[in-house]
């Protein structure tokens, strides 16, 4: 993921894009890819979804990703290392049932 | 993130939780959780929403990268090679400057 | 807005479209409809988004009301009735500041 | 509608809430409540949310019409109207099938 991240500022820097990409200006974005990724299950199913466009789906979980890992990198943060504390945070706030 | 998936899957699974989590229930919680970490800047600055709250911003990061390493394990698809996937075809719909 | 409302479940009607326009798909939209309008002010400040398409503003900020009086109608409530129990709720949760 | 929005200003203005309230400001404030209006049907059917808070959902959409009218104001705009004249501009991009 450390070079995935390099390779998005890279890109964004070499266009000359980076100058307001804030954390509330990403966060901003990471929620409108969102929905575009949402848009696609708009009066659909999951399965009629993935069947009319799963490449479009795919992209979309994808441009997600790169602003959570542009906004990752602003907050000075590891995501991978996040998602697995918040995992713990988690198995505090519910317990797994006894005998599993 | 091969590990951290299968961890989230786990947590899930014993708790029972898996039933109903298709794509589409996915990409829902995606967005509301896209929208919480946005919550955070709703009528403040970056800074301003930073300085109050930074863990709590981290966590909804986290809980979007969660979900959506979910939704790419339904999807059947690996999220950082679809994230350079989609990095290629940004780079063609938007061609760099010459000379940088 | 009852007329209003009427135009709108006869537009839909007509098309055949009504079929799964649940609280569930409804509210769906109507967050959608929410994101493209958010979606004019990514990466500008209000002030450049207006001037740059102020009518697609608009026509977005209508999407979501249209959204929001079909589920007022599958939720059977009156909208404009909603909003001022929720002002007086409000008002009870905020009190104004005395001298006022 | 105009009395309501009128009552929705005061408000705000006499908590001293109005400072930062633009457009875009507002824009990110109507996808906010839309997402909340979301959350009640996350993991759950139409059915199931309704049963479960029916109040919550009709509070949430609620808060979402209220934004939607701060941000009409701004914008300097009739809502109603911006919504009939969008149905008039979908009946052109979706012409009604013969025979109706």
Do not use: C
């Amino acid at each position: 993921m450390k070079q995935l991240t390099e390779d998005i500022l890279k890109f964004r820097d070499v266009r000359g894009w980076g100058n307001n990409h804030d954390a509330r200006n990403l966060a901003i974005s990471v929620s409108l890819e969102a929905s575009e990724l949402l848009e696609h299950f708009q009066w659909r199913s999951a399965e009629e979804a993935i069947a009319k466009d799963k490449e479009g789906i795919v992209d979309e979980a994808a441009d997600v990703f790169i602003y959570l890992l542009q906004l990752s990198h602003v907050l000075g943060i590891d995501l991978e290392e996040a998602a697995r504390q918040k995992m713990l945070k988690n198995a505090q706030k519910y317990p797994a049932p006894l005998n599993t």
